[in-house]
């Protein structure tokens, strides 16, 4: 017993800990984390400091009110009502946001789509197809994307021909037309009865999605495959088209008209933004065609001849089996290609379509002074529209995680 | 009932031969009718491309003009070189005093020369020839292309680079030729030769340092002429705000991308802050606040000259994607590396700076020459803020009278030396990656 008591206490018995205070690591740590704070925010406050004297010493003055005081310019595109010399310079604000989403949006879903293609087409077996890609990928990629956003301006759009010997894009029925002054283009005008069609298409939709749901469901338990895409796009193209048709075709085309010396009527969009677009989309597309490329040759080549070996056809071993696979790869990339496209659209100054950058952070800020403002408004924009992006992203790692396991 | 049939089925043709053209051809052009007709299809889009931009380029081209008309007068339809070739000096060098571009050319070949010996397999302290190159050539570089009064701090700096080009290059002229550094060739010829290695540094140190006043004396004695900043531009103020930036970048983007791993929070959350505030914006608003708010926040009397500014800015930009390129190469490594090297025995910087950085940037090689080759390609929105680089030169072209509008070939001239450049770039790191990779391939 006593014996056993005293191992009990041997065994309990801690060393003594020596608190040595210089080379203790929390003490450390602590002290490097005040030091740093300690920096950090002396830095702060030299700026802030040395601003404000600055702001006071050239009568300058700070705040947001210049926002509603009237901006005395226009922009040649925008997406909203705006009369120069009443509109503020809150208004232009929206302007130039609007038109950088919209830009973006435009050449985000054209580089999806072009990048997934381009990408496949490198890894064709076709040689011919295979190097073409190659090399449209390698000169794309090794160019400046500044130098070629004005290449497409000053180079292509802006050599177009005058409006009296416009292209016509629709094969000689003058509805879409293309010159030096842009691409004008017949513009929907919804009637009364339009929102029938627009029902239809939501409730196809719905309809579409149940019956893959049960297609799906049928083959898990039977084995049998239902087709499902010939069925699916004959009910969207056949069921609207029918209500459309019986309700008396809702829909007229504002179309654009030569009358004096320009077009009137339809949609128009300068030259500029085409430029831009295509640039964009040229560019990013090399791009994600390597993200794409990257993510496919990331999964394992068994998994491809495995699939050949069941007996599935080499497009079924692609959208089964290997394109499934390499998605958690490809979609990263292509989600920070979504925030590069964004960021890179700023390109537009050179050119002069009025992006946020252009028509807010140059024009404005010239005009208006209230240099931290417009800046900081201008970044808080751009931090917010990345701060969606990898929120997405992060959603999409998470599903891809659990899946996984 | 099982019925067996017992009879051969129809073999299968043999697969093609690959081995002859034919064959080649019949397995990658023409393997299904899809695919022959694709393959005709691509060959015809190839030829008019290239058949079109050769015919632009090179058939129709002019080459020698004085102005846009004559080059119209001679052919409507080609390009017009002559324009582009009036402008070669100005593209390359800016607006630098003619008669000084020798310094420009000189300065680039003291880099070559100091950065040669680093191919060298035989010459030693490469190390050092880094560091050198790094934190000594550029005061000398900026000092032959600024050139001006010297003040103190430059006339030290230009007189240690001096003695660091000197030094290096005689060291690698040992190494070729004799297979010895230069320490020990001047420990023989000064009688040290058998003495102890540390006794053999101090000596040698103390010949650096005699070597360093020999220099300082010398240089004292001469000036280059003033350049201003404003006269710099082309491909060599890209190359110096670029090179700057790379210089610059790597360390940053070290030092931000360990604060960001670290486990003390406020240095992470600070890193984090700082990385994700620059990434999330696009650079010209980036060099856009430089001009505009850097003069706001200076104190009075202090005024950064806009080169200086741009830089600045540039610098900031790439050391935060550097530091999330490095941050990935860090977190390739497997935590037993760091914990492996904790065991014998080594602190946090031991563990970092022998251990797991330099597994981490060789991982990483591939991707950081790729965002230098993005700090080049990124460099030419400097001209969108009116510095004059190679962009803004190549877009003056059109604006110089006697070439008024001449707007697509000096973009494609320059589209090419990127692609020159950024081509070369990203084949050596494809070769480097190769070269150093020691780990097991998987």
């Known amino acids: 017993m006593a014996i056993d008591g005293d191992i009990k206490k041997a065994v309990h018995v801690k060393p003594k800990e020596e608190f040595d205070f210089f080379n203790d690591e929390r003490v450390r740590s602590v002290f490097y984390q005040i030091l740093t704070a300690c920096v950090v925010g002396f830095c702060v406050w030299y700026l802030i400091s040395t601003t404000a004297h600055n702001l006071e010493a050239r009568g300058m003055s700070s705040g947001f009110g210049f926002l509603t005081s009237e901006a005395g310019f226009d922009t040649d595109f925008k997406l909203v009502e705006y009369v120069p010399g009443v509109g503020t310079y809150g208004d232009i604000f929206i302007i130039g946001m609007l038109n950088t989403l919209y830009i973006s949006a435009l050449a985000i879903i054209a580089t999806t789509i072009l990048g997934f293609i381009i990408g496949v087409l490198r890894l064709s077996n076709n040689w011919m197809i295979s190097k073409a890609a190659l090399a449209y990928v390698e000169i794309i990629r090794n160019t400046p994307l500044l130098i070629q956003v004005i290449f497409w301006y000053t180079g292509i759009f802006s050599l177009l021909p005058r409006i009296k010997n416009s292209l016509d894009l629709s094969g000689g029925s003058e509805l879409i037309l293309l010159n ?68 008396g075709s809702p829909l007229g085309w504002d179309i654009p008209t030569l009358q004096g010396f320009n077009f009137q009527g339809g949609a128009t969009v300068p030259p500029a933004f085409l430029a831009l677009l295509v640039a964009l989309i040229v560019y990013h597309t090399a791009h994600l065609a390597e993200s794409v490329r990257a993510g496919i040759l990331s999964v394992n080549r068994g998994q491809h001849d495995a699939a050949k070996a069941l007996g599935l056809r080499q497009n079924r071993v692609f959208s089964l089996v290997v394109i499934p696979q390499a998605m958690p790869a490809i979609v990263p990339p292509m989600i920070s290609l979504w925030m590069n496209v964004v960021k890179n659209s700023s390109l537009a100054i050179a050119i002069g379509y009025p992006d946020l950058v252009a028509v807010f952070m140059q024009t404005s800020l010239n005009q208006a002074g209230h240099a931290i403002e417009i800046v900081g408004m201008t970044m808080g924009f751009y931090m917010f529209v990345s701060l969606t992006i990898s929120w997405l992203l992060n959603i999409y790692n998470k599903r891809v995680q659990l899946v996984e396991r | 009932m099982a019925i067996v049939t017992i009879s051969t089925s129809n073999s299968r043709p043999p697969p093609i031969n690959e081995a002859t053209l034919i064959g080649w051809m019949r397995m990658h052009l023409f393997s299904s009718p899809l695919n022959s007709i694709l393959t005709i299809l691509t060959t015809y889009i190839i030829y008019l491309t290239v058949s079109g931009v050769w015919v632009w380029g090179v058939v129709d081209a002019i080459w020698i003009a004085d102005t846009r008309r004559e080059c119209f007068d001679i052919n409507i339809s080609g390009a017009c070189w ?181 486990k003390l929070p406020v240095i992470r959350v600070l890193s984090t802050a700082f990385i994700e505030l620059f ?30 500014q741009v830089i600045i800015a540039v610098c900031l930009f790439n050391a935060c994607y550097m530091a999330e390129t490095v941050r990935a190469g860090l977190q390739a490594i497997p935590k037993g590396q760091a914990e492996g090297a904790h065991t014998i025995g080594l602190g946090y910087w031991g563990t970092m700076g022998l251990i797991v950085m330099p597994q981490a940037l060789k991982h990483m090689i591939p991707n950081i020459v790729g965002s230098f080759m993005g700090l080049l390609k990124d460099t030419t929105l400097v001209s969108i803020i009116g510095l004059f680089d190679i962009l803004g030169m190549l877009r003056s072209i059109s604006r110089d009278t006697p070439w008024l509008g001449l707007h697509k070939e000096p973009l494609v001239f320059g589209a090419m030396l990127f692609f020159i450049i950024c081509f070369a770039m990203s084949k050596y790191s494809r070769h480097l990656e190769a070269k150093l990779s020691t780990g097991h391939k998987v």
């Open chain 1, 180 to 247: 030096n002054r842009g691409l004008y283009m017949p513009w929907p005008v919804p009637g009364d009865l339009l929102w029938l069609t627009e029902a239809t298409v939501v409730i196809v939709i719905i309809g579409i999605v149940v019956f893959k749901r049960w297609a799906k469901k049928k083959q898990d338990d039977t084995g049998q495959i239902t087709g499902t895409f010939l069925p699916s796009a004959a009910a969207i193209i056949l069921l609207p088209g029918a209500v459309y048709l019986m309700s």
């Open chain 2, 82 to 262: 002559a324009g582009v070739s009036a402008w070669m000096e100005n593209i390359f060098y800016g607006r630098y005093p003619r008669e000084e571009i020798w310094r420009i050319d000189f300065g680039l070949f003291l880099l070559f020369l100091w950065m040669a010996p680093l191919w060298m397999p035989r010459v030693r302290g490469k190390v050092i020839i880094g560091m050198t190159t790094v934190f000594l050539y550029p005061f000398l570089a900026g000092y032959l292309f600024s050139g001006g009064d010297k003040g103190i701090f430059m006339s030290v700096m230009v007189s240690a680079a001096i003695v660091g080009i000197i030094a290096n290059t005689l060291n690698a002229t040992l190494g070729v030729l004799a297979d010895r550094s230069l320490s020990n060739f001047v420990n023989n010829k000064l009688g040290f030769g058998n003495a102890p290695e540390e006794k053999q540094q101090k000596v040698f140190l103390i010949f650096l340092a005699v070597c360093f006043v020999l220099a300082y004396i010398w240089q004292s004695g001469w000036q280059a002429e003033i350049v201003s900043w404003t006269k710099w531009g082309g491909l060599f103020l890209t190359l110096v705000i670029s090179g700057i930036g790379i210089a610059s970048a790597l360390p940053g983007g070290i030092i931000l991308a360990m604060g960001r791993r670290s």
């Open chain 2, 279 to 308: 990434r999330s914006v696009p650079l010209i608003t980036v060099l856009f606040m430089a001009t505009t708010m850097f003069p706001l926040f200076m104190p009075e009397g202090v005024v950064l000259n806009k080169l200086v």
